[in-house]
T-cell receptor, first 113, second 114 residues
């Protein structure tokens, strides 16, 4: 049981390049989330998904797209990277039940030059 | 909308000192409250949670009580260790809202010196 995993761990991009971040969870959770973490700003929600085939915008969705083709995977895409997207990206998945709790992956550090 | 405010760090302590990190929130409805911890170079780990007024969450010697009257969820530990050095995040979740999204505070860095 690996929990939530993210690939890659670190990536350097040039402005205008594209990439996809992969998040995978093996806990059969319905809900998944993508956050970015910037110094002094806590975590901000980019996009989320409440189930396979569904996605929704979070607080800071501009410049990102997501897909949830399989329940266990949630992909975050940057079509044309900008220096403002330099950040640490965290994926999370959420339990069901009476108290819904999010569990996080180890993060992907992205540097856009 | 929902918001979480927590004390800015860094907080520097000596080993065995008492730790308090203040957290207050603004929310509609009756949110669940969480503390997450982030050790250097790692992701966020759930530390403790509380779901209703007067609930006390506890884990690894840390405690926090859900105070609805003061809209607070302060984190405490009676005797910190060097291994408690980390960034601590307070968060709330409106469990009835679409997406059950978490709203985070800005994080408080704690440094425990031997």
């Amino acid at each position: 049981n690996a929990g939530v995993t993210q690939t890659p761990k670190f990536r350097v991009l040039k402005t205008g390049q594209s990439m996809t971040l992969l998040c995978a969870q093996d806990m059969n959770h319905e809900y998944m989330y993508w956050y970015r973490q910037d110094p002094g700003m806590g975590l901000r929600l980019i996009h989320y998904s409440v189930g396979e085939g569904t996605t929704a915008k979070g607080e800071v969705p501009d410049g990102y797209n997501v897909s949830r083709l399989k329940k266990q995977n949630f992909l975050l895409g940057l079509e044309s990277a900008a220096p403002s997207q330099t950040s640490v990206y965290f994926c999370a998945s959420q339990t069901g039940g009476a108290v819904k709790t999010q569990y996080f992956g180890p993060g992907t550090r992205l540097l856009v030059l | 909308g929902n918001s979480v405010t927590q004390m800015e760090g860094p907080v520097t302590l000596s080993e065995e000192a008492f730790l308090t990190i203040n957290c207050t929130y603004t929310a509609t409805g009756y949110p669940s409250l969480f503390w997450y911890v982030q050790y250097p170079g790692e992701g966020l780990q759930l530390l403790l949670k509380a779901t209703k007024a007067d609930d006390k969450g506890s884990n690894k010697g840390f405690e926090a009580t859900y105070r609805k009257e003061t809209t607070s969820f302060h984190l405490e530990k009676g005797s910190v260790q060097v291994s408690d050095s980390a960034v601590y995040f307070c968060a709330l979740s409106d469990q009835e809202a679409a997406g059950n999204k978490l709203t985070f505070g800005g994080g408080t860095r704690v440094l425990v010196k031997p």
